[in-house]
C-alpha cells in the first residue's frame, strides 16, 4: 500500500472511532414520573424510617400532608411524632419495602417492621426486650416530589401479641409468686384464727 493509501486509511480511522469520553457525554435518560416517586417513597423508608432522620420531612413531605386513618387524619406533626416514638422503642428498626408499584401520582408499597422492643414508647408499654416482625402496606400520593397523601394498614394486634409470648415467662413467674403469697396469708390467718380461738375458749372455761 502507498503511503497516501495508507495516510487516507489512518484519517478514515481516526474519523470513525469516537473521542474518548464521547460516550459518557451523552445525556442520561429522563426519569418517568413514577420512577421519581418511587425514589420519592425510598427516601422515607431508607432515611426516615430506618435511619431516624427526620429532618428530612420536610423536603419530602408537603406541608399540607395528610395521613389518613380510619376514623381520622393525622397532620404532618403527628405522623412524624408516631414515627420518632416507634424508632424510640425500636433503636435497631428497620423497615424494608418488599415491593413498590407506581401508577401516575400513587405508589404502593408492601413493607416489613423489623425491630427489638428494648425503650418503652410503643403504646405506654414498657420494654419487653421482644423481636417485632409484622407486614403492611403504604399507598402515597405524591405530586412534583413531595408526599401529600398517605393510607397505610397493617395488623395493630400482631405486635402485641409477639410482646406477649415474650412475657409469658414472666407472666407466669408473676402469677405463681402472687399464688404462693395468697397460700401463705391464708394459712396465716387459718393459724391465728385458730390461737385466738383457744385463748378465748380457754378464758371462758376458767370463768
Do not use: C
Request: charged fraction near 20%; hydrophobic fraction near 50%.
Amino acid at each position: 500500500m502507498s503511503p497516501i493509501a495508507s495516510y487516507l486509511v489512518a484519517v478514515l480511522v481516526a474519523v470513525a472511532s469516537p473521542a474518548p469520553g464521547a460516550a459518557s457525554a451523552l445525556p442520561a435518560p429522563e426519569l418517568t414520573r413514577e420512577q421519581r416517586n418511587k425514589a420519592v417513597a425510598m427516601r422515607v423508608f431508607n432515611e426516615i424510617l430506618s435511619q431516624g432522620h427526620f429532618e428530612v420531612a420536610d423536603e419530602i413531605y408537603a406541608p399540607d400532608f395528610k395521613n389518613h386513618g380510619l376514623h381520622r387524619d393525622a397532620d404532618l406533626k403527628t405522623d412524624q411524632d408516631a414515627a420518632r416514638s416507634e424508632r424510640l422503642a425500636f433503636p435497631d428498626l428497620v423497615v424494608t419495602p418488599e415491593m413498590l408499584v407506581a401508577e401516575g401520582d400513587l405508589v404502593t408499597a408492601m413493607w416489613t417492621f423489623r425491630g427489638t422492643h428494648t425503650r418503652a414508647g410503643y403504646g405506654g408499654l414498657p420494654a419487653t426486650g421482644a423481636r417485632i416482625e409484622m407486614r403492611g402496606m403504604t399507598i402515597w400520593r405524591i405530586v412534583d416530589g413531595k408526599i401529600h397523601d398517605e393510607w397505610t394498614t397493617f395488623n395493630e394486634l400482631k405486635p402485641f401479641s409477639q410482646m406477649a409470648a415474650q412475657l409469658k415467662w414472666q407472666l407466669t413467674a408473676i402469677v405463681a409468686v402472687l399464688l404462693v403469697a395468697v397460700i401463705a396469708a391464708e394459712r396465716a390467718l387459718w393459724w391465728a384464727a385458730r390461737r385466738l380461738y383457744r385463748r378465748v375458749s380457754v378464758r371462758a372455761t376458767a370463768s
